[in-house]
T-cell receptor, first 108, second 113 residues
């Protein structure tokens, strides 16, 4: 039931920016874009979320296109510890999080 | 401020036994969510609870599985008469309300032998 499309895997060199794309062409006006990651078999970790404006925190930046049909999560300086599965989730304001298959990011 | 606490971290049960998984949400969080992750698969939503109420159980199997979040104490996910297919990691998450991100626990890894 995931409403997002992500590449199954990506590689990134340590120290470089990791840009993880996500397509959500059927997003509705009241739906937020959330990003989580899961390192190995640990519990998922919240990264960032946004509605239509770009967002930045200490972990990452979220760039949402003007039509809101896609977004990019940017890890500005990837490290080996950023190797994880990254999930892009579209979520109505009061609904639960539904996880898709995510992107497996390998930092080398 | 402790995070979401789940216990036990690992649980081994024989087929036919009962499994009880506990989740204590973060302080101040009134919403609890349970997810299941089968080996090499993604996280699947099971149930969403608030204190003494089940809000959404659309992901719960119809039989053998139940969840509660009593007025006092942790949330409990109960699996009766476990089968091998129940072997999975079970994650609990909590949030302070709607439109907030979730904080996840470290999970309980259930193995049915």
């Amino acid at each position: 039931d995931a409403k997002t499309t992500q590449p199954p895997s990506m590689d990134c060199a340590e120290g470089r920016a990791a840009n993880l794309p996500c397509n959500h062409s059927t997003i509705s006006g009241n739906e937020y874009v959330y990003w989580y990651r899961q390192i190995h078999s640990q519990g998922p970790q919240y990264i960032i979320h946004g509605l239509k404006n770009n967002e930045t925190n200490e972990m990452a930046s979220l760039i949402i296109t003007e039509d809101r049909k896609s977004s990019t999560l940017i890890l500005p300086h990837a490290t080996l510890r950023d190797t994880a599965v990254y999930y892009c989730i579209v979520r109505p304001q009061t609904d639960k999080l539904i996880f898709g298959t995510g992107t497996r990011l390998q930092v080398f | 401020n402790a995070g979401v606490m789940q216990n036990p971290r690992h649980l081994v049960r024989r087929r036919g036994q009962e499994a009880r998984l506990r989740c204590s949400p973060m302080k101040g969080h009134s919403h609890v969510y349970w997810y299941r992750q089968l080996p090499e698969e993604g996280l699947k939503f099971m149930v969403y609870l608030q204190k003494e109420n089940i809000i959404d159980e659309s992901g719960m199997p119809k039989e053998r599985f139940s969840a509660e979040f009593p007025k006092e104490g942790p949330s409990i996910l109960r699996i009766q008469q476990v089968v091998r297919g129940d072997s999975a990691a079970y994650f609990c998450a909590s949030s302070p309300g709607d439109n907030y991100g979730y904080t996840f626990g470290s999970g309980t890894r259930l193995t049915v032998v």
